[in-house]
């Protein structure tokens, strides 16, 4: 009776062995649904560029591709949240130049974009609008030059706080334009724009990614792209450079992280479903409306976004110091 009891146990235990073995050789990553991190409010460029590659991302890796919104701090409160997970390709982030603006903008970082992550690639680069509200008295870029000096006091500047683009550009504005206006806050630009399209806030710099239809439709006044070159979707769009403000050039770069650690064969993974979806039909047309570049092969690779953050981080390190902006 012993015997035969210690005989089925371990006929058991090698066959539950067996069974954890080829269990795990048959369910490799991923394995369950893959969370895509958005540090901006839904409803913004960065969820919406995040919601339309999560769908073919996700039938490349044969599972859901979750986009999960988590806003605050100008994206540094999800980039420490990615940072801090763990390294097994279930937490996927998506950030833009941010990344490399928010060492020199803030004291405290409870990350570093150069040591706590895996990269994946570059994804899309987006240029912005200096957008005011329809009823805002200023109707080109000359007179927003003129009213804004005279009603320094009274102007409000929207944007998605420290470590936003919309912050970064409005920053950069107001120090060209040597004026310091009233700034509004808010969890991404999603919500600041339908503010502005209210009558709620005078102006904010955002993405093409949303406010192209408006632009369009005359909801809001369009002051000037913040490209050297004009946008083929809004051809009739002066720059601020042409306009005066010379060597303006902010184009809003975007990369695919996950935290240090991660192994190689998930960072293949993620990278192949990555280039799947910026080869998507769908996406590129969808992004193409928006003005919205898809970057070349070359840029969509882990070198590639390791290479341009750091080069981002020298370059804008020293802008952001010399306008004397930092956060708490
Ligand atoms: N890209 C942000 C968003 O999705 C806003 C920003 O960076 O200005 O809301």
Redesign the pocket.
């Known amino acids: 009776m012993k015997l035969r009891t210690s005989i089925l146990a371990g006929l058991g235990a090698l066959l539950a062995s067996s069974f954890i073995g080829s269990a795990l050789a048959a369910d490799p990553y991923p394995n369950k649904p893959v969370t895509l991190v958005?540090?901006?409010?839904a409803g913004?460029?960065?969820?919406?560029v995040a919601r339309l590659i999560a769908i073919p991302m996700g039938k490349s890796l044969g599972q859901t591709v979750i986009v999960e919104n988590t806003v605050g701090a100008?994206?540094t409160i999800a980039a420490t949240r990615v940072a801090r997970s763990a390294p097994d390709g279930y937490t996927v982030f998506i950030h833009?130049m941010?990344m490399a603006t928010a060492p020199a903008l803030y004291k405290k970082l409870q990350f570093d974009p150069m040591t706590d992550f895996e990269y994946i690639g570059q994804v899309v680069d987006v240029p912005m609008v200096l957008l005011g509200r329809k009823n805002f008295p200023p109707n080109n870029f000359k007179e927003l030059e003129v009213y804004i000096k005279a009603n320094k006091d009274k102007v409000t500047l929207a944007?998605?706080?420290p470590?936003?683009?919309?912050?970064?550009?409005g920053l950069l504005f107001m120090s060209r334009e040597g004026v310091e206006l009233t700034t509004v806050p808010?969890?991404?630009?999603?919500p600041?724009l339908t503010d502005l399209l209210g009558g709620q806030v005078d102006l904010l710099?955002?993405?093409t990614?949303q406010t192209v239809p408006y632009i369009r439709d005359g909801l809001v006044k369009t002051y000037g792209v913040t490209t050297p070159k004009r946008l083929s979707a809004l051809p009739n769009i002066p720059t601020l450079d042409e306009q005066g403000l010379k060597g303006f050039d902010v184009k809003?770069w975007h990369g695919m992280y996950v935290s240090k650690g991660t192994p190689p064969a998930v960072l293949a993974k993620i990278n192949k479903a990555l280039n799947a979806a910026l080869n998507d039909p769908e996406v590129k047309t969808r992004l193409a409306e928006s003005n919205i570049e898809i970057v070349p092969p070359s840029k969509a690779t882990p070198a590639g976004l390791k290479n341009h953050l750091e080069s981002e981080i020298n370059k804008w390190g020293p802008v952001i110091r010399k306008a004397g902006a930092y956060a708490d």
Not at 38 to 41: D, S
Not at 186 to 190: A, E, L, Q
């Open positions: 958005v540090p901006f409010a913004g460029p960065t969820d919406a100008g994206g833009h941010g944007n998605a706080g470590g936003a683009v919309s912050q970064l550009c808010y969890k991404g630009t999603g600041a710099c955002d993405q990614t809003v």
